[in-house]
Structures are given as C-alpha cells and as structure tokens.
C-alpha cells in the first residue's frame, strides 16, 4: 500500500525540485491546466523499499492580485486532508516571512503529521541560519538542499518512519499466502464518464444483495456485491460522489480520491467517456493503477452515442493500446450504462482480472515451461559476459512477480525482461495484471 506525501509551501521555495527528486527521476503524473502558470504533479517513488505517492501543490499565497489565489488554496487543503505526511518547505536563504507563518498556522489546525523542512540549505555556513524558523512551532527542522539532494536521506527516513514495507521474498516451499475471499473493485476516472451511474446501477435494490462493511477507508464507500454468483467489494469513492462546490479543481480531487481507492482495492474498473477518447487524465490515472499493481479492466462508457463505422471499435482499441504501451494485456469494455448494455460483462472481467492476479504457479511448472524457452534464446552477450539463467521462482507478494536465478544479472537489459515477461504472459493467463520479473544473482 502506498503512502501519501504532500508538498505545501509559499512560491518558489523549490517544491517541485523537491517533488522530482522524491520521485527518483520516474516519470511523474502531470495535469497541464489551461490558463494557469502551474502544473498540478502527481508522482511515486520509494525509499529503502517503502512505497508512496507524492503531491506537489501550488504555492500558497494570501491577499495576492492572483486570479488563481483561491483555487490554488482549495487544492493545497485538499492535499492536505488527503495526506499521510505534510512536508512544509521554507526558504532557508530568504527566512521567515509572515506568508510561513499563515501556512503554519493551517497545517496546525490540520492535526496532521508535519515535517519542517528549511530548503536551499547550500553550505554548512547556513545551518545556522534556520533556527528562526522555531518560531513556527513545528518542531524539528530538517535542512535540505533539493537540487543536489544534500540531506534528503534524513529527511526521507522519517518520514517513512511508520510506512508499511511491501515485502518480496522468496518462497520457501510450495504452501502459498491464502488471498482474499472476495475481490475489491475500485471504479475510478474522470469526472463525468459515468461512475455514478454505473454505481447506481451495481447497486440498485432489485438487481443485488447490498450490506455496508463497517470500518472503510476514510472517505470511501465500501458495498458487499452480491448478482448471479459473482461476489465481490465495490469500491466508490468521494470522487464519484461529486463534492459541492468544486468546480475548477474537480480534476485534481478525482486524482486525489483515485489514489486512495487505487490502494484499497485488488482491481480497478478505470471508465473512459467515448466522446472524448483516452485523454491524457485517463493515461495518469492508468499509471497510477499499474504502478500499484493492481488489476485493472478498461470499461470505455457512453459508446451508443459515437458514430460507428466498420472498424471503429478495434481502432479506438488500438489507440488505448498504443498510449498505454508496452503493458497492453489488457480488457477493453465498450459499455453504455445508461442503456444497460454490457455491464454484466464488465463485472464479470473485472472478477477474472482479480482471478488472474492471484493465480500462482508452482516451481517446478514454471521452470518446465520457462527454461527451455531460455536455453532456445539466451539473453544476448554483453560486455563478453555470458549470462546463464539457472531456475525461476514466484515470489511471495500481493501481485504477480518472479524472480530468474543467474550468474551476470547486471548485463540483462530490459528488452530480454519483456520477453521473458511476454512468454509468460503467453502461458499463463495474466490479462489485466502488471506483473513484476526479477533478475537476481544466484
């Protein structure tokens, strides 16, 4: 499970250099909006095998002549309460300013956990220099300097401090974790694709059996689902049940709230709107599903209103495919909710993806298979090094994941982990299912 960070701070105080370094130089998730001097950036990265999400807001200001004022304070309180850890930065080099203060005084009433960290700390001369900032009444401050990275280590192993550790390791024998009973389905996208309304339908009294499960995740509906033998957890999210009042940050909310049902769930059902195509929102939320390993099941709503000719379907198929590359082994459901049409169906394959993320295979019918498919192409040569898979293993984790036993693992490069990842694929039914391939040394 991921982890939340929030980045808060007054302008230029070096919040996205902070963010992009805590993403470990992965592609962050950005939503361009028009007619703002800002991007909103959503991102993931690890330390010492500890996951998290991270948030890099606007800079907080007050009683500017910014037409965005308002707006970039609703997302920045958002963050926040969506949060697990604030990182609140300061400007080491221009001090205290009664803008730190304001921002203090919110993330007190936050009642959240709240690291001070004085950024631009450049030189040892400075340490001195952000004792100030104890004004604040935050506590400890952490000196940094985000563009060389010069105590961020420090910085990073508290807060992480109480992060849950996603554990990969070998198995020791063929008894393998039981999963759980039923499977949790998330229903997740952009605003106004149609979650309601697929929500509405699932749950309607006269199609299912519905029982609240007490003790959800904090802003989250959890629904018992129970219709023609398929039983599963429904996950519904604040997203879809539209906030009053959130008009231009409608978008950042909905990301928000996805990466909280993103990690409650097994599997997600990301909804697409046909009249607009697979946009770049629906790519950053797909990411954040395959980043989390999750399952997840393509559901492209509102088809009975595109025109269609011949090849309509397969080609806006090919076109979700293409974007989302190279994970393609993925469902597409073309539904309309509205007419009912296909829900069924969407339901069923979203069980299945659930199914196939919790298939295990057993050593020694993974290396029946795999082997002989090595020895006939071996990794290629590099560097004059040889490289000489012995066996394989699943590896105990949540998702699917193997690890491949050699004697160079460095001198493997990611083309031959695609392919091994394709074969295995080939075998054995991983649609809808990120799966992760190791190479480690024997």
Same mark, same amino acid.
């Given at each position: 499970?991921t982890?939340?960070?929030?980045?808060v701070?007054?302008?230029?105080?070096?919040?996205?250099?902070l963010?992009?370094?805590l993403?470990?130089?992965?592609?962050?998730?950005?939503?361009?909006?028009s007619?703002?001097?800002?991007d909103?950036?959503?991102?993931?990265?690890?330390?010492?095998?500890? #996951?998290?999400?991270?948030i890099?807001?606007g800079?907080?200001?007050?009683?500017?002549e *910014?037409?965005?004022?308002?707006?970039?304070?609703k997302q920045?309180?958002?963050?926040?309460?969506?949060?697990?850890?604030?990182?609140?930065?300061?400007?080491?080099?221009?001090g205290?300013?009664?803008m730190?203060?304001?921002?203090a005084d919110?993330?007190?009433?936050?009642?959240?956990?709240?690291?001070?960290?004085?950024?631009?700390?450049d030189?040892?001369?400075?340490?001195?220099?952000?004792?100030?900032?104890?004004q604040?009444?935050?506590?400890?401050?952490?000196?940094?300097?985000?563009?060389?990275?010069?105590?961020? &280590?420090?910085?990073?192993?508290?807060?992480?401090r109480?992060?849950?550790?996603?554990?990969l390791?070998?198995?020791? %024998?063929e008894?393998?974790?039981?999963?759980?009973e039923?499977?949790?389905?998330?229903?997740v996208?952009?605003?106004?694709? &149609?979650?309601?309304?697929?929500?509405?339908?699932?749950?309607?009294?006269?199609?299912?059996?519905?029982?609240p499960v007490? &003790?959800?995740?904090? *802003?989250s509906?959890?629904?018992?689902y129970?219709?023609?033998?398929?039983?599963?957890?429904?996950? %519904?999210?604040? &997203?879809?049940?539209k906030?009053?009042?959130?008009t231009?940050n409608?978008?950042?909310?909905?990301?928000m709230?996805?990466?909280?049902?993103?990690?409650?769930s097994?599997?997600c059902?990301?909804?697409?709107?046909a009249?607009?195509?697979?946009?770049?929102?629906d790519?950053?939320?797909?990411?954040?599903?395959?980043?989390?390993?999750?399952?997840?099941?393509i559901?492209?709503?509102?088809? *009975?209103l595109?025109?269609?000719?011949?090849?309509?379907?397969?080609?806006?198929?090919?076109?979700?495919f293409?974007?989302?590359?190279?994970?393609?082994?993925?469902?597409?459901?073309?539904?309309s909710?509205?007419?009912?049409q296909?829900?069924?169906?969407?339901?069923?394959?979203?069980v299945?993806v659930?199914?196939?993320?919790?298939r295990?295979?057993?050593?020694?019918e993974?290396?029946d298979?795999i082997l002989?498919?090595?020895?006939?192409?071996p990794?290629?040569?590099?560097?004059?090094?040889?490289?000489?898979?012995?066996?394989? #293993? #699943?590896?105990?984790?949540?998702?699917p994941?193997?690890?491949?036993?050699?004697?160079?693992p460095?001198?493997?490069?990611?083309?031959?982990k695609?392919?091994?990842?394709?074969?295995?694929?080939?075998?054995?039914n991983?649609?809808?299912v990120?799966?992760e391939?190791?190479?480690?040394?024997?």
């Amino acid at each position: 499970m991921t982890n939340i960070i929030a980045i808060v701070g007054r302008p230029n105080v070096g919040k996205s250099t902070l963010f992009n370094r805590l993403c470990g130089g992965r592609d962050a998730i950005v939503d361009p909006t028009s007619g703002v001097t800002r991007d909103r950036h959503y991102g993931m990265g690890d330390w010492n095998g500890k #996951q998290y999400s991270v948030i890099d807001t606007g800079g907080y200001v007050d009683n500017s002549e *910014d037409v965005f004022e308002e707006e970039i304070k609703k997302q920045v309180r958002l963050a926040i309460d969506e949060s697990d850890v604030i990182l609140f930065l300061v400007d080491a080099k221009e001090g205290l300013t009664p803008m730190d203060v304001d921002v203090a005084d919110m993330l007190r009433r936050s009642k959240k956990r709240v690291l001070l960290v004085a950024n631009k700390v450049d030189s040892y001369k400075m340490v001195n220099d952000i004792h100030e900032f104890h004004q604040l009444g935050l506590g400890e401050i952490y000196s940094i300097a985000s563009t060389s990275g010069s105590g961020t &280590g420090d910085l990073m192993d508290e807060v992480v401090r109480d992060f849950q550790m996603e554990e990969l390791e070998t198995i020791k %024998d063929e008894t393998l974790p039981e999963e759980p009973e039923i499977p949790k389905i998330a229903i997740v996208g952009r605003p106004n694709a &149609g979650k309601s309304s697929l929500v509405n339908m699932l749950l309607g009294n006269d199609r299912n059996i519905v029982t609240p499960v007490p &003790g959800t995740t904090r *802003d989250s509906i959890h629904s018992h689902y129970t219709y023609f033998g398929l039983d599963f957890e429904l996950i %519904d999210t604040a &997203g879809i049940r539209k906030k009053a009042k959130v008009t231009e940050n409608i978008e950042f909310y909905s990301v928000m709230r996805a990466i909280r049902s993103i990690e409650s769930s097994n599997v997600c059902i990301l909804m697409v709107d046909a009249e607009r195509g697979f946009e770049a929102q629906d790519l950053n939320i797909f990411s954040l599903i395959e980043k989390n390993h999750k399952g997840v099941v393509i559901l492209v709503n509102k088809w *009975d209103l595109v025109e269609k000719e011949a090849n309509t379907h397969k080609d806006f198929e090919a076109s979700i495919f293409e974007q989302i590359a190279p994970f393609r082994d993925v469902p597409v459901v073309f539904t309309s909710v509205i007419a009912k049409q296909r829900i069924f169906k969407a339901v069923e394959t979203a069980v299945q993806v659930f199914k196939n993320r919790s298939r295990r295979i057993s050593t020694s019918e993974l290396n029946d298979f795999i082997l002989p498919i090595i020895e006939a192409t071996p990794p290629p040569v590099t560097k004059g090094k040889y490289v000489r898979i012995k066996y394989a #293993q #699943q590896l105990h984790s949540a998702f699917p994941s193997f690890a491949f036993f050699c004697n160079h693992p460095q001198y493997l490069k990611e083309s031959y982990k695609r392919f091994i990842e394709n074969k295995l694929r080939e075998k054995f039914n991983f649609n809808g299912v990120p799966i992760e391939v190791y190479f480690r040394q024997k």
